[in-house]
C-alpha cells in the first residue's frame, strides 16, 4: 500500500480531486487531498501574508501529523512549485514525485520564471483594489473552457469551488537545495489537449536526477485532468507506485 497525497493548483481545492480519489483506494491506497490556505474549507484564510512557503508548511505538516512515509507527491500545475519544496524538506518520506500537468522549477526560481506569464496576472492584480490577490481565470470558448474543463455541469461545478490566490504564492522562491532531493523518481504527466496562448512547458531532460531514464506520461485532454480524465490519471498514478 502506498499514500497518495494530492496537491492542488492555484485557484483549486482539494475538491477538485473527488473522482480521483475514491479510484485510488479502491486499489488499496490511503488518499489525501487536502485544501491549501485560502482555498477549499481554507478559504477563509486567505489574506496577502499566504505564499508559497505557507503552502510548503502546509503539506510539510500534514505529513509528520499523519506520519506519512512512502509518499507519492503528486503536484498540480502551481503546485510543482510546493511539492518541489516540500521534497526537498522530506526527501525521505517521499517514495515518488508527480508533476501533473505542473510547473517545474529549480533551486531558487519562482512561479514568473517558470511560467513568465504569471507576471501579466501580477500585474494585472496591482491595477485592481486588492492588488494581492488573484482572480481566477476567466472561461474561455471551447475547447479551452475553464481550466480545460467543457462540460457546462462540470464547468458550473469547478466555478462554485474556485477561490483567489495570493501574488505571494507567485512571488517567492522555490528551495531544491537538499542533495538527497536528487534520489526521489520523478514522473511528468502532461494534457496535450488544447493550451491557452501564452502557456510554456519546459522540455524534460533525458534523465531523472537520479539518474534513470525521464518518465513522461500524456493525456489527452486539458489542463484540469482530474476532472475530465479521472480513469485515466489514476491510471498513470498508480504506475508511479510499481517498483
Keep these: 500500500m502506498s499514500t497518495f497525497l494530492l ?10 480531486w473527488e473522482r480521483v480519489v475514491p479510484l ?34 502546509d503539506v510539510v505538516k500534514l505529513i509528520h501529523e499523519e506520519d506519512l512515509t512512502e ?13 518541489s519544496s516540500v521534497t526537498n524538506e522530506v ?15 529549480e533551486h531558487g526560481e519562482t512561479a514568473v520564471d517558470v511560467q513568465p506569464m504569471s507576471q501579466n496576472l501580477i500585474d494585472l492584480a496591482a491595477k485592481s483594489d486588492n492588488g494581492w490577490r488573484i482572480p481566477p481565470m476567466p472561461e474561455m470558448p471551447p475547447p479551452l473552457g ?31 537545495d ?6 526521489v523518481p520523478r514522473t511528468h504527466i502532461h494534457c496535450v489537449g488544447a493550451e491557452p496562448e501564452g502557456i510554456v512547458r519546459r522540455p524534460v531532460p533525458a534523465t531523472q536526477p537520479n539518474g534513470s531514464p525521464a518518465r513522461i506520461r500524456e493525456l ?3 489542463h484540469d485532468c482530474m476532472i475530465t480524465m479521472p480513469s485515466d490519471l489514476s491510471e498513470l498514478l498508480l504506475e508511479s507506485t510499481l517498483r
Design 71 to 83: 509518499v507519492v507527491l503528486v503536484g498540480h500545475s502551481y503546485a510543482g512549485l510546493v511539492v
Design 178 to 183: 537538499n542533495p538527497a532531493l536528487a534520489s
Design 91 to 105: 526527501p525521505e518520506r517521499i517514495a515518488h514525485l508527480v508533476y501533473l500537468d505542473a510547473m517545474v522549477p
Design 146 to 176: 475553464l481550466f480545460g474543463v467543457t462540460d457546462p455541469a462540470d464547468i458550473a461545478w469547478l466555478r462554485a469551488t474556485l477561490s483567489d490566490q495570493p501574488v505571494r504564492c507567485l512571488r517567492q522562491p522555490v528551495r531544491m
Design 220 to 222: 489527452p485532454t486539458g
Design 7 to 16: 496537491v492542488h493548483g492555484a485557484w483549486h481545492s482539494g475538491r477538485c
Design 24 to 57: 485510488l483506494e479502491s486499489a488499496g491506497h490511503r488518499v489525501f487531498a487536502p485544501s491549501l490556505t485560502g482555498a477549499g474549507d481554507k478559504a477563509h484564510l486567505l489574506g496577502p501574508e499566504v505564499g508559497l512557503d505557507t503552502h510548503v508548511e
